[in-house]
């Protein structure tokens, strides 16, 4: 109907146009003349004839031709133009009457008169009524124009009679001089300036009008042709060109109005001025002509009006049909999303805390769904107010409203489903916790009723009401009819759960017989005379176990004692048919086991709580903050030095978040029967824990960050819509909280199942998460080295990390700055990885948090293959000795505690111990490939000294190889120049000792070790390779560390530096690097058999254990290999 009426306005509106269009055609007889005053202004001007606006008696335009001298030289096309024009202002009515024509020449002469008669009959455009001439006043004149104009009357060809006249007066007689301008003695009031300008204004308002009917023509076609678009884009761009072009036309009808007032007002003026004069013809015709264009605008602006509504009504409803599709669109798509979502939530759980836990999921999902469902709901209600209004769309609104109630009911309906089955659960979960806790109770009350107070008959008969009292607490919480739980949960019973209730019914069962049991044997006791009796235990055969065994141990038949079993001292044991068949069972009571087990659930229960809420607050954080940064409606909040930031922020928490969410979560709570075995998930998981690792890497810079921008709008905008009481940095400190609670967790579990099955997994998990968190924790500091040009990762993996006191004893250093050097301590923190050691020195920076952390500038490196170690310095027990390239460089280490010197003096000599392994490996490889090898032992009457000249030319000519290995003790020609950028480039030096050494000194004088090795090395040269017995033990130290027992056997391998040999216990196969002054005593001059004996010695002597370094021969071989 609104398509209909719309239709007919634009008819209207049309049929408006046309008859405006033709009003404004019959103004300016374009039709006749498309000539306007404007075109022929100039022509006009000149006045050689105009149009008074005077009339005949019948009503006659009258057109004047005053006394104009240059008539003859106007350009035949000026005069045909103006002719044209005056004969096209009256109207056509009054120009078919035939116009008079008045010609003034009473100032001329007949020729002129005569010439101008024939330019007017030749060219005259319309027709003629009369022509008046008013002849020459001169008597010569005069008479020669009556005589030639009698003479020459037919020359004029005029079809009207022309008429000469001689004086005003006669022309007064054919036309009244209230119709003549004063110029011929009329009284007709005449400006030709005035006219022109009248003349011009009314076409040009004319033509105004014209245009604008045009334009709304056109506008109007367009509107009623327009196709409604399809899309909101199209259909608001519309809407929008539609609007703009109305208000340009409604601007122009308005300025045409305002045109047509003002000209109406310059017609009326010149009658307001003098009231008495009356208008003329024209003047009537233009004042008529003007009102009824002005009446015919203000009547197409109204219809115009009224035709646009509707065209903007339909524009309208079209943009709101277009919105509504596309919300439909949308939202359809959103629930149809949520309906997929909720087939998803089958889980019906595992436990209570499970449940609870998918129940809060259930009830955050259908919050966070509300939006979708309310806004399916408004969009409906929208859709019904459209049909209310009339919208023409009726028919496509209708079942789309419906479609959006129904996909909002079928959606309630699934989450109200889904939740009834979840109560369900809850419900039975609830029962079957209540069960369990019963069967508990009833456990810790059978194993702490004291057997002592039971043997009397007293005793038996409170202990015999104290059972029954608690039986009948199990009314109220046991698994009344196992075929009525199947019943009334089947909907919910998967395998899973089907099995947990029977398990716990068995539980039950068996609780329940173990109390029967119980009192079977106290009603003997109370039905018993009273007499003196040993207090003993009941034997163990008259206990069950608990129905729940471990993972992996089978339930064997249960064979019970006979009632008169006899009673034993000593506690409850579990008897052999309660474990396994064949099985020995575990010693300790029932009571302490069942305790143990109830502690152990405890524990997993607060580990599967805290997890579950550790993922949820991570999935909150990246939900309501990560995500948030993405929002195209928060971008406004995020502050510069925050934006494109969201990885350093969060770094890799949503990583975290779905290794507990989607895996860890998930296998922890399978051990929920089993909490003793949960270390079996830990180990499995170990490696995705690493992941820790990287996130506390990224915290230092997350942290500066969040210092920087914590005022941002954005954090309290998310704080406030997460109602959080924290700020976020609370929350991205719960990962670095979480990795240290699991070691807490897991010692907790460990101290209550030492005799379980499990304890050695927990154990193994629980060195695990230690040893992460000291590899987190040394990655936190390794982070923090500046100034290391090479990469750290190629100097092994990091052992150890600590801050030390450090001496330095440069041998090729200044005097002075050697001197200084011993008495100054440095501090220095060292970090040990498997192919160098590092010193660096500690800064601390200014802040809070891990602003304060410390950052360590590297100073040097020392390279694992060429260090050696000296384990004890005298005068204090924290120092021990790393020295470098055959101690041209010695470092006297301080550590904070003798327990710290210990675990890295033996990490230190582990990495030593390792690279000597690896060297005989290659000596020995490199022994089968070569013609010649190393001396075989020494028969009894070889000389030891051939074999040695055949030895030491082999040793000279290795010492030779670039790639031999430094240090353990071996000789260093020449320590080869490392590439710069590799980590070895800096080494120490006398120079840097200064620098370092200010503001820090010592209380206590440092001690020395070289006046002990110089002495080391002092003694006889002529020790040969080869083996030799011990025949005295006066050197304590050598014996301590070749583990030495007078007798034993003993190999010299070969001559180190300094003085050195590697010797090789063969009864014990110690091996160890001893002085050769000690050695010396010990050897005899006749053959390979002798005395191993030294003088006294300190204990800072530079002996070195038996992993402190490696033999030359061995470096050789290693060189070769990795050559």
């Known amino acids: 109907m609104t398509l209909s009426l719309l239709s007919l306005l634009s008819r ?278 003007v009102h009824r264009l002005l009446a015919q605008l203000n009547e197409t602006e109204a219809a115009f009006d009224e035709f646009w509504a509707k065209h903007q009504q339909k524009l309208e409803q079209c943009l709101q049909l277009r919105h509504f599709e596309q919300d ?46 309310q806004r399916a709901r408004t969009l409906s209600q929208e859709g019904e107010r459209l049909i209310e209004h009339k919208h023409y769309a009726v028919d496509s609104i209708r079942p789309k409203c419906h479609e959006l109630r129904h996909l909002c009911d079928q959606f309630a309906a699934d989450v109200e489903r889904r939740r009834g089955l979840l109560g369900k659960s809850l419900e039975l979960h609830g029962l079957l916790e209540a069960s369990m806790k019963w069967c508990d109770e009833g456990i810790y009350l059978l ?17 015999l009401q104290e059972l029954e009292r608690f039986l009948e607490t199990g009314a109220e919480n046991k698994i009344q009819e196992l075929s009525k739980i199947f019943q009334d949960y089947e909907p919910i019973l998967t395998k899973d759960l089907l099995e947990h209730v029977q398990r716990v019914f068995q539980k039950q069962e068996s609780v329940e017989e173990m109390f029967h049991r119980r009192q079977a044997s106290l009603k003997k006791l109370a039905a018993k005379q009273t007499r003196p009796v040993q207090p003993v235990a009941p034997r163990p055969e008259a206990l069950t176990k608990s129905p729940c065994p471990s993972p992996g141990i089978r339930r064997g038949s249960e064979n019970h004692s006979s009632e008169g079993s006899a009673l034993r001292r000593g506690p409850y044991r579990r008897a052999k048919s309660e474990v396994s068949e064949g099985r020995q069972g575990r010693g300790g009571s029932t009571g302490d086991e069942e305790s143990l087990a109830v502690l152990r659930r405890h524990v997993m229960k607060e580990l599967l709580d805290t997890e579950r809420v550790y993922v949820e607050e991570l999935l909150c954080v990246l939900e309501g903050y990560a995500a948030e940064m993405d929002n195209p409606l928060m971008t406004h909040l995020i502050s510069t030095g925050l934006q494109n930031k969201k990885d350093i922020l969060f770094g890799n928490m949503e990583e975290i978040y779905h290794f507990h969410n989607r895996i860890f979560l998930r296998e922890l709570e399978n051990y929920t029967d089993c909490p003793e075995l949960v270390g079996r998930c830990f180990l499995e998981r170990m490696e995705e824990f690493q992941i820790y690792e990287k996130y506390c890497q990224n915290k230092p810079r997350s942290e500066s960050l969040w210092r920087q921008c914590s005022d941002c709008p954005f954090f309290q905008e998310c704080q406030k819509k997460l109602d959080h009481k924290l700020s976020l940095d609370s929350y991205l400190l719960k990962p670095v909280q979480r990795i240290t609670k699991y070691q807490l967790l897991l010692k907790e579990m460990l101290k209550y199942s030492k005799s379980c099955e499990g304890a050695e997994d927990l154990q193994e998990a629980l060195s695990s998460i230690l040893g992460i968190l000291k590899a987190v924790n040394d990655s936190m500091h390794l982070i923090a080295i500046t100034g290391y040009e090479g990469n750290l990762s190629d100097l092994g993996r990091l052992l150890m990390q600590g801050s030390f006191s450090v001496w330095t004893d440069h041998k090729r250093g200044h005097a002075k700055v050697k001197d200084l050097a011993r008495f100054k301590p440095m501090q220095r923190h060292l970090f040990l990885h498997e192919k160098a050691v590092l010193f660096c020195k500690r800064r601390e920076e200014n802040g809070e948090g891990y602003e304060k952390a410390p950052s360590y500038s590297y100073k040097q ?184 027992r007078s007798g034993d056997e003993v190999e010299l391998v070969q001559e180190g530096d300094e003085g050195l040999w590697c010797v090789r216990n063969l009864s014990s196969g110690v091996e160890g690097w001893v002085p050769a002054r000690s050695l010396s005593t010990l050897l005899c001059q006749g053959g390979p058999v002798g005395c191993l004996s030294s003088p006294e010695s300190s204990a800072g002597s530079a002996v070195l254990s038996p992993s402190s370094s490696c033999s030359e021969s061995c470096t050789a071989a290693l060189a070769d290999l990795q050559g």
Request: charged share 25%; proline share 6%.
């Open 861 to 1044: 490196s020392l390279n694992m293959t060429a260090v050696g170690i000296t384990e004890n310095v005298k005068g204090d027990a924290k120092k021990f000795e790393i020295w470098y390239n055959a101690r041209e460089e010695v470092y006297i280490i301080q550590a904070p505690t003798p327990e710290i010197k210990a675990a890295w003096v033996s990490e230190i000599r582990k990495v030593l111990t390792s690279q000597l392994q690896a060297c005989r490996e290659a000596s020995q490889h490199r022994a089968l490939e070569q013609s010649q090898s190393l001396p075989l032992p020494t028969p009894a009457g070889t000389s030891p000294l051939k074999a040695s000249t055949r030895n030491i030319k082999k040793l000279e000519e290795r010492k030779t190889d670039p790639l031999s290995l430094e240090g353990y003790g071996g000789p260093t020609p020449q320590q080869r120049a490392p590439e710069k950028g590799k980590g070895w480039s800096k080494t120490s030096h006398p120079s840097e000792t200064p620098e370092d050494n200010d503001g820090w000194s010592s209380t206590e004088e440092p001690v020395n070790s070289s006046d002990a090795e110089e002495e080391g090395r002092a003694g006889p040269g002529k020790l040969v390779p080869g083996r030799y017995t011990v025949t005295r033990l006066d050197e304590k130290g050598v014996s301590d560390v070749l583990a030495l």
């Open 447 to 463: 194993a702490s009723q004291p057997v002592d107070k039971c043997q009397s008959q007293d005793g038996a008969e409170a202990a």
């Open 12 to 289: 209207d509106l049309s049929t408006l146009w046309l008859l405006l269009k033709t009003r404004t055609d019959e103004i300016m007889h374009h039709d006749i003349s498309p000539l306007c005053a404007a075109d022929i202004r100039d022509q006009l001007q000149k006045r050689f004839a105009y149009l008074s606006g005077g009339r005949g008696q019948d009503g006659s335009p009258v057109i004047t031709f005053p006394d104009y001298p240059a008539f003859g030289d106007v350009p035949d096309q000026d005069f045909q133009n103006v002719m044209t024009y005056l004969t096209s202002i009256p109207s056509l009515q009054d120009a078919g009457i035939g116009f008079i024509l008045v010609i003034d020449r009473r100032q001329d002469r007949w020729t002129s008169v005569k010439a101008s008669i024939l330019r007017i009959a030749a060219s005259f455009p319309a027709n003629l009524q009369l022509v008046l001439v008013l002849r020459p006043t001169g008597f010569f004149q005069r008479t020669l124009s009556d005589l030639a104009f009698r003479f020459n009357r037919d020359d004029f060809k005029m079809k009207v009679p022309v008429i000469m006249l001689s004086s005003v007066p006669e022309l007064h007689g054919y036309i009244d001089k209230s119709q003549l301008t004063e110029d011929l003695g009329g009284t007709l009031a005449y400006c030709h300036s005035r006219w022109l300008r009248h003349r011009t204004a009314i076409e040009s308002f004319a033509l105004l009008v014209k245009q604008t009917a045009q334009m709304l023509q056109t506008f109007g076609t367009e509107l009623a042709e327009t196709e409604l678009p399809n899309d909101v884009q199209s259909t608001s761009s519309v809407l929008l060109a539609h609007t703009e072009k109305k208000d340009r036309a409604k601007e122009d009808m308005r300025l045409a109005l305002v045109e047509g007032r003002r000209v109406l007002e310059s017609i009326h003026e010149p009658l307001a001025r003098s009231p008495d004069q009356s208008p003329n013809q024209d003047q009537l015709d233009s004042q008529s002509t």
């Open 328 to 373: 439909f669109r949308e939202v359809k798509s959103a629930l149809d999303v949520l309906a997929q979502k909720v087939t998803t939530f089958t889980d019906v759980g595992n436990s209570l805390a499970h449940v609870q836990h998918l129940l809060k999921d259930l009830t955050g999902f259908e919050e966070k769904s509300s939006a979708a469902v």
